[in-house]
């Protein structure tokens, strides 16, 4: 178990070098390399202090001791000097073992100043090593800190998607065990764990931490030395990567692993271990290919020059009778349409393939966007099912921004669960029936085998093999879009290097002129014959356009004829069906097509998609009777939001007040700023401390911050008491709040104290949102656009007396109650709308 000494350690040691080695990679190699320089020291002083003799630091390499480098008497710069001398000559010690000289070849110190490097030491100096687990598990964290290598589209592994893979896959202590990308031999450690968690007794499962780990001891010393030597052979590793072969080969030896058995190699273009077969793969491997592609050699099975394809491939060929894998994919492996993804797919369904976890999009953030999968391989449960099991896991137990901050509602140990359950085939028990609707279960299906293979591409998606399920409470049948239509028609793009095709009469769309059910005039015009030369193709009018391609799911009807891009799909429907009503039940289920939707850069859906889909269809007439009440609802809510679009509160100035500059009528305008981050004791406190995105409107604020008195008093930030009016002169410039309490205001505002005896803050707020484009004209600056404090100060309020001021507010306010009524309007329509169609497709009990 990692501890928070280590851990603020480790941290300290990153922010000494950051200003001299920026590169986190080099980082982590250089306090490698200090842990292991210091580590080889103490093992010889606790040789000496036992009665024994030194084996690492002897001979000529005796004046390079850790001891000796922080003897007192060197100067910074010696010290310098014989540390970088020491570190470059290590990997010609004979005295230490193979592969601490393999870890030192090579290295050298990047930076020269003594000071840093005092700093440093110092810090390292501070670790203690007994060779155990807790050092292993110090050093996992200090590897935590790389993200991604670059082009070759490895990315660090999350240690939760790890453990759960491994959980799944469940090696034993006598099976073999690799990753043929290992990276810093993430996989191997938990795996290793794993085993060993295995052994303790039922009764130990309920220990914490610490306790499992010296249980892990115990059961280390109940394996008879076979086992033993066993275990520590049965793991290997793969990497094209020469620094991260040595970072993976430091972790395993830092985990009890005295030879590591990690190879530089090139797993999909060498033949050298080919022939070698594992029990047990477990993998990550790169997302993408050098540009140009792979040149693998001939004997993998699937043609492709893809690394995701080949390294698939790889796993699923090289496991032993009875092997399992759980391998890391792009969602290209899932989907992608071309050859060699089809082939490896039938391949994998037909021999290997048992289950496809589905993880959300952000898991590798910040480093990756990119959408993944788990595939999990199991050549004798392929045989014994012929169904396929699918889990969509869309909580993983952390947010999904940059920071990947743990949030509540993990869904991955009931997804582990539901695994388990499908690998033993188990009834589902009444806790699972329990659990359909729970927030922490993921959504899974089965799906049999020869229906995945009887698909066009072989799709992996879950989703594409979900069916519409019965819906008891329907009025009306469930029918299939291509079962109503008599024609689906594709769009394109004429060529823009040919002026003539762009100078006609026929109007041509893109996705982006579908707004909200309306065809926006169209923006481009071609000729007849950029239709006849080009794959675009006239939609006529009364058709349905559905966006196909980018923006899945925008639709609306054709007014007049018109020609689509690419992106779109017209629809033509049989006689005796509605369009709009058909528009109307495509929308409200439209979640079918997005769920498929497939692609990297450009997502969509096929043809094939869009005829499967599926909605209520009631006669005719009914389906006009629909229409009809919901337009009604449709133009109530309309005719609300352009009052609350169109009301502006105007105050009638009488031309008899005088007009006071805004510095007159305030005590004073104070300024904003934010306490320091770095500092603990400014934040944690009481004191609400907005910026301007936390303004929801004039008078209602979001606290989402507190600070302390320290933080006020040492800060730039001022307290704007209760009553007076916030002024948003930089990002956000214009928004404005009636302080609601006493609170402090950032760099993006600035305070109004008012003079109460001479202007109500309710006046000055509706005069000042009159004068909101004032600001705006008056801003200035260009990365941030602002307006200054002297600005503010000089805008010229209107001030009739208290009396009429009250008078104005209370008009105003009968005003905005009556407008804001209809905000409640819409609200009922809306829900009116939703009621509606959650009859038509029988989602209600009525």
Sequence with gaps: MLDSQTKARIDSARDILVGKVPDPKSQVEQITIALIYKFMDDMDRQSEELGGKSSFFTGEFKKYRWAQLLDKRFSGHERL????????????????????????????????????????????????????????????????????????????????????????????????????????????????????????????????KEQISNSRSKIQNQLTPDERARLMTNFRGYDIAPDMVRLSRVNLYLHGFPNPIIHEYDTLTSEERWDERCDVIMANPPFMSPKGGIRPHNRFSIKAKRSEVLFVDYIAEHLNPGGRAGVIVPEGIIFQSQNAYKSLRKMLVENYLWAVVSLPAGVFNPYSGVKTSILFLDRNLAKRTDEVLFVKVENDGFDLGAQRRPIEGSQMEEAKRKLKQFIHRDKQDEQDKKNQSCKSCPSMMIVPRKRILESPDINLSGDRYRTTAARPNGKWPMVRLGEITSEFISGGTPSTSVPEYWSGNIPWI???????????????????????????????????????????GKIAKAGNDIAISQDLTGIVLNNGVNADYVITAISHGIDSLQRIQQGSTIRGVLRSDIESVEIPLPPLEEQERIIEELEGYRKVIEGARQILDNYKPTIRIDPKWPMVKLG???????????????????????????????????????????????????????????????????????????TPFDLCISQDSQGLIIKHDQISPEYLLYVLKDLVGCFKSQSQGTTIQGVTKDQLIN?????????????IIVELEAERKLVEANRELIVRMEAKIKAKLAEVWGETGN
């Excluded at 982006?512 to 009018?541: C, F, M, Q, Y």
């Excluded at 010229?796 to 008078?807: A, G, N, R």
């Design 795 to 807: 805008i010229q309020i209107p001030i009739p007396s208290l009396t009429m001021q009250h008078k």
């Design 664 to 738: 007159e009528i305030c005590e004073k305008i104070l300024s904003g700023g934010t306490p320091s981050t770095n500092n603990n004791n400014y934040w944690n406190g009481n004191i609400p401390w907005i910026t301007s995105a936390d303004i929801i409107d004039e008078k209602s604020v979001n606290i989402r911050k507190y600070i302390t008195k320290k933080g006020l008093s040492e800060s730039a930030t001022n307290l704007i008491p209760k009553g007076n009016i916030i002024v948003v002169t930089r990002v956000g410039l214009g928004k404005l709040l009636l």
């Design 81 to 208: 000097l014989l540390y970088a001398e020491g570190i470059e000559k290590m990997n010609e010690n004979k005295n230490i073992p193979q592969l601490f000289r393999d870890i030192f070849k090579g290295v050298f110190l990047p930076y020269r100043d003594p000071e840093t490097l005092n700093l440093f030491l110092k810090e390292i100096d501070g670790f203690a090593y007994d060779h155990s687990e807790r050092l292993g598990d110090a050093f996992e964290y200090l590897l935590s800190v790389l993200g991604t290598q670059g082009a070759a589209g490895q990315f660090r592994t999350p240690r939760h998607i790890i453990d759960f893979i491994v959980a799944v896959v469940d090696p034993k202590k006598n099976e073999t065990v690799l990753d043929p990308a290992c990276g810093t031999a993430g996989f191997l450690i938990s795996a290793y764990k794993h085993i060993l968690n295995c052994g303790l007794r039922i009764e130990d499962r309920g220990l914490n």
């Design 510 to 552: 893109t996705g982006a002129d579908i707004l909200d059910r309306i065809v926006t005039s169209g923006r481009k015009w071609i000729s007849e014959d950029a239709v006849r030369n080009s794959a675009t193709h006239i939609v006529p009018k009364g058709a349905i356009l559905l966006v196909s391609r980018t923006g899945v």
